[in-house]
């Protein structure tokens, strides 16, 4: 236990004896009580051969001690790490209560650096951001939820919180000899030296290798009982380190430039955007300019072998379903989100201003994604640029479809199908969806329980863009999510992410488990659904023409 924390724990000990102590003393003066202090009465008891006058002086006694401790406890508690005893109440009260995970909008017109609102020290973050570092309980929760963490990996939310008030700190003036002597006494030698060492706090106290270690999962804020939004903070450090300091991990560099040069981060050729929909008669807007719904395909589902299956079978569900819907085509490009979670904001938001001009340009007023990256973004980034869009995950679609009787599907009755879902962070925690794909799963397959699930559920470590970045430090966060699902018995992992599907089947595939388990999304198991009840309409249609 540290000096800090046995002070508070022996003042807080100390302010309830004394309370006690005016309480027995004093009843022992007046010979007794009347009931309205049953534990007080019972200690008096005790003490009943003290003379009045005494019993009265001993009351008073500690009466002023108590007085004392609480107005000295009242000035600690600002310099002690229970700072959070005062911060914790108006940081609830002014928690965020709008949209989760939306980054603040740099300004890259201004022509001062200093206004564009890249972070640099604890001057340039919000004074929501600031008290949000006195109000941590230190209670670890949002580490130990991190996947990162947990994995191996030098990040911890608990610290980079810390990082920011030790940085205020350590740019206050000189406050004299007792300020030093509380933070020796609350921090050690050592700790002094590290708050008050001048350095800066992005590469030097939050080091490279914490801000890139971050998925942007959402798991610390979704466990943190004060509502510290951590991963906004990472964010706005990572937009230093690639815009101010020009430093980039090598795996990300090339994915910036794959983004810049082709308009994806596979790198392959835009003009093969369309490929995927080749003898599939995929409408264009410009083909279906009045269509009801634009299909945002993604990047991922335009580009990966493995993730145009699933375009594909969403563009069957919608089909079937007789959804009027169309693409844009070559026009469609990437959204901008591994741009930006990477911390590259001019990349994204030039990216991001040409796919929202060419939408408003053809009128677009609602969309569908396959992609939860790609609904947070358009549905709650693209708003900072003008592009307004009622956007909805497939998920949410295909069970709005199915309670409209429109998808032809069979479950699969022999419980032959075991099914282990996994909650794409950004549909889950950033956009609170988990029951829609449930329930399309339920109405098609039997649904095993995995105990990190909904709120608590377990990164694929593909989000923020680690995607495009090589683990090279602890254990896979892939690896850990997969030995969790392959625990419970399914046959099949489900998603709803292209990422995750990447990331979970490659993960399998290192276990060694492809031939038993396989990972599909979710529309792929609805297609499947619909081949069966297929198959049992022309059995049955056959038996009746043999009768």
């Known amino acids: 236990m540290t000096p800090d924390a046995a002070l508070i724990l022996g003042t807080i000990a100390s302010l309830m004896l004394t309370h006690f102590g005016i309480q027995v003393f004093h009843l022992v003066a007046e010979g007794g009580g009347n009931g309205a202090y049953p534990i007080s009465e019972y200690l008096a008891g005790w003490l009943i051969a003290i003379p009045s006058g005494t019993a009265k002086v001993l009351s008073e006694i500690n009466w002023w001690i108590h007085v004392l401790l609480v107005l000295g406890f009242g000035n600690y508690?600002?310099?002690s790490k229970h700072s959070h005893i005062v911060a914790a109440f108006p940081n609830i009260l002014f928690r965020n209560l709008e949209q989760l995970g939306v980054l603040p909008k740099l300004n890259l017109e201004a022509d001062d650096i200093a206004k564009i609102g890249i972070v640099e020290s604890y001057k340039d973050f919000t004074w929501k951001s600031i008290l949000d570092s006195f109000a941590c309980t230190e209670c670890a929760r949002c580490s130990n939820a991190?996947?990162?963490?947990?994995?191996?990996k030098p990040l911890s939310p608990m610290q980079v919180v810390h990082d920011l008030r030790d940085d205020l700190k350590s740019n206050l003036p000189d406050r004299g000899l007792l300020d030093d002597l509380m933070e020796r006494f609350q921090h050690g030698r050592d700790g002094e030296a590290s708050i008050k060492e001048k350095k800066p706090l992005v590469g030097g106290r939050t080091t490279e290798e914490v801000l890139w270690a971050c998925t942007t999962c959402g798991a610390c804020l979704e466990v943190c009982p004060v509502f510290i939004d951590q991963p906004e903070k990472i964010l706005q450090m990572r937009q230093n380190l690639v815009m101010l300091q020009e430093k980039v991990p090598a795996d990300l560099a090339r994915t910036f430039k794959n983004l810049e040069q082709n308009g994806n981060p596979w790198g392959i050729g835009s003009h093969k955007r369309m490929d995927w929909a080749e003898g599939h008669n995929v409408p264009t807007l410009d083909e279906r300019p009045d269509a009801e719904y634009l299909l945002w395909v993604g990047c991922a589902g335009s580009y990966d072998d493995r993730i145009k299956k699933q375009t594909l079978a969403l563009v069957e569900?919608?089909?079937?379903?007789?959804?009027?819907?169309a693409v844009l085509g070559l026009e469609e490009g990437c959204t901008g989100d591994p741009a930006r979670r990477s911390g590259n904001e001019m990349l994204y938001q030039m990216q991001a201003q040409q796919n929202v001009e060419v939408m408003n340009s053809k009128n677009v007023k609602k969309v569908v994604t396959a992609c939860p990256h790609c609904l947070h973004t358009i549905k709650n980034e693209y708003p900072q640029l003008g592009g307004n869009f009622e956007v909805v995950h497939h998920t949410q679609l295909i069970r709005q479809l199915m309670d409209e009787?429109?998808?032809?599907i069979e479950k699969d009755?022999?419980?032959v199908r075991k099914i282990a879902y996994h909650d794409p962070c950004y549909l889950g925690r950033w956009n609170n969806e988990y029951d829609a794909p449930r329930e399309t799963l339920d109405a098609i397959g039997q649904q095993v329980v995995v105990e990190r699930s909904r709120e608590k559920g377990f990164c694929c470590g593909a989000g923020g863009g680690r995607m495009w970045m090589e683990e090279t430090i602890g254990t896979r966060v892939n690896h850990n999510r997969v030995d969790e699902l392959l625990a419970t018995g399914a046959d099949t992992i489900a998603t709803a992410c292209p990422f995750c599907t990447i990331m979970l089947h490659d993960g399998v595939a290192d276990r060694g488990a492809e031939e038993r388990v396989v990972v599909l999304n979710v529309s792929e198991l609805v297609t499947r659904?619909?081949?069966?009840?297929?198959?049992i309409d022309a059995q049955s249609a056959a038996n009746k023409t043999s009768l």
């Open 317 to 325: 569900i919608l089909t079937v379903a007789k959804v009027d819907f």
């Open 413 to 415: 009755a022999d419980g």
């Open 529 to 535: 659904s619909m081949a069966r009840r297929r198959e």
């Open 405 to 408: 009787d429109r998808l032809p």
């Open 146 to 152: 991190c996947p990162a963490y947990t994995t191996g």
């Open 77 to 79: 508690l600002l310099y």
